[in-house]
């Protein structure tokens, strides 16, 4: 297993719901953290600790959030892309705006990130990715916007292993089932409590993050409920 002590991680969507929850449990266990959001009042401060801006959907931000991490630390050991919105598309809606959006935040977003911080997770030679996806990128039961821009996340952390591979980066995408977050506060086919919970999926992406480069994970899937997946 890889050390916490020294190693730098960049979390976004780090105010709230996954996001947060990976941010305190890699505290915990003794990593610095950079999280990015649109309030970085949302996020409190400490040595361990900085908040910077950061929108998925405009130019620059990802570049802007990698710099201030490296002028602050020094360094980017590993990204976790947590930030990510949920919009109601079917695929017979003429209106491709809220398509639109899922694309720049749900995809776009991770991808200018991992540009971004590339060169310096290679530099480590252990640079670690892990990307937010969903059991939505994995079988379509409802909301097709939302789970083509999941698919798309599936295939770009599949594109990062293999471009990455020969640099020490390793990749992987978290496909978590209902996840207790204000994202799904509107579901009620299962109940709070029986829906997969922050503070466990963040457990994992801290696993993800310590596994050495020879046991690497491609996908994670990670279900609340039984189902087939075929």
Known sequence: MLQ?????????????????????????????????????????????????????????????????????????????????????????????????????????GPLRVVRAAYPHLAATGHGRVVNLGSLSGKRVLSNVGYAMSKFAVVALTHGIRREGRDLGIRATVVCPGSVATDMTAGVTGIGRHEMVQPEDLAVLVETLIQLPNNASVSELLVHCQFEPML
């Open 4 to 108: 916490a002590a020294g190693r730098v991680v960049m979390v976004s969507g780090a105010s709230r719901g996954i996001g947060r929850a990976v941010v305190e449990r890699l505290v915990s266990s003794g990593f610095t953290v950079s999280g990015g959001l649109r309030d970085p009042s949302g996020l409190p401060e400490s040595e361990q600790v900085i908040a910077c801006f950061y929108d998925a959907e405009q130019a620059g931000s990802a570049e802007a959030w990698v710099e201030r991490t490296l002028k602050h630390f020094g360094r980017i050991d590993a990204v976790v892309n947590a930030a990510g919105i949920d919009l109601k598309v079917r695929a017979i809606d003429d209106n491709e705006d809220e398509l639109d959006r899922m694309w720049r935040v749900n995809v776009k």
